[in-house]
């Protein structure tokens, strides 16, 4: 697993598409740098990009924080179908079925909705467009699910709308923004396919 930066304090690597998050990825970390490794955010089995660990109490705690006052941004490339348009600001209410692991636009609010939102640039538009995406909230499956109900489903995301061939969504964790050390710390990689032509 390619490893981005490590210090005595927090790893940040690049998640394989296929490793659990919580589970196995802090295992290969374990096995590649030694000492306890803490999971501090999630991203699908099925999606990869751009990690960060820590790896003792205090920088777990220290940037759990910094997550819950929103001061840790992260950013997304995905590929979808069709041409969303140039940019957007999306708001809206979402809806997790805990049983068929499936999330849903509603319209109104009730017990188990959550406001998700999220800012979105087109980097290259076609019968599939390349874009990259601010989350402000991070709710299960909300980029496929906000993109999916507007009819631009990721490619591969066949759980959502997706009738193409590829193996899983074409969606990756391209940058992640966070306070460390009394700085701010940016980490980002692109997968091949999200390179702008």
Same mark, same amino acid.
């Given at each position: 697993?390619?490893?981005?930066?490590?210090?005595?304090n927090l790893a940040v690597c690049i998640k394989p598409?296929?490793?659990?998050?919580?589970?196995?990825?802090?295992?290969?970390?374990?096995?590649?740098?030694? #000492?306890?490794?803490?999971? =501090?955010?999630?991203? %699908?089995?099925?999606?990869?990009? *751009?990690? +960060?660990?820590? @790896?003792?109490?205090?920088?777990?705690?220290?940037?759990?924080?910094?997550?819950?006052?929103?001061?840790?941004?992260?950013?997304?490339?995905?590929?979808?179908?069709?041409?969303?348009?140039?940019? #957007?600001?999306?708001?809206? =209410?979402?809806?997790? %079925?805990?049983?068929?692991?499936? *999330?849903? +636009?509603?319209? @109104?609010?009730?017990?188990?909705?959550?406001?998700?939102?999220?800012?979105?640039?087109?980097?290259?538009?076609?019968?599939?467009?390349?874009?990259?995406?601010?989350?402000?909230?991070?709710?299960?499956?909300?980029?496929?699910?906000?993109?999916?109900?507007?009819?631009?489903?990721?490619?591969?995301?066949?759980?959502?709308?997706?009738?193409?061939?590829?193996?899983?969504?074409?969606?990756?964790?391209?940058?992640?923004?966070?306070?460390?050390?009394?700085q701010l710390r940016q980490f980002e990689a692109i997968?091949?396919?999200?390179?702008?032509?």
């Amino acid at each position: 697993m390619e490893i981005l930066y490590s210090d005595e304090n927090l790893a940040v690597c690049i998640k394989p598409v296929g490793l659990d998050a919580e589970h196995q990825v802090p295992a290969q970390l374990q096995q590649q740098l030694g #000492g306890e490794i803490y999971t =501090l955010h999630r991203l %699908d089995k099925n999606v990869g990009g *751009v990690m +960060v660990y820590a @790896r003792n109490k205090q920088t777990a705690a220290a940037l759990s924080k910094a997550i819950a006052q929103g001061e840790m941004v992260k950013e997304y490339v995905a590929l979808v179908h069709g041409a969303p348009p140039p940019e #957007g600001d999306w708001e809206d =209410l979402l809806f997790k %079925d805990s049983r068929r692991n499936k *999330v849903f +636009v509603v319209n @109104r609010q009730r017990a188990g909705v959550k406001a998700a939102r999220l800012y979105y640039r087109c980097l290259r538009t076609g019968e599939q467009s390349l874009v990259r995406i601010r989350l402000y909230t991070g709710r299960s499956h909300q980029i496929r699910v906000q993109f999916s109900s507007r009819g631009y489903p990721l490619v591969g995301d066949h759980k959502y709308g997706s009738r193409d061939t590829a193996k899983e969504p074409m969606l990756f964790s391209c940058c992640i923004t966070f306070p460390y050390g009394g700085q701010l710390r940016q980490f980002e990689a692109i997968p091949e396919w999200g390179k702008e032509l």
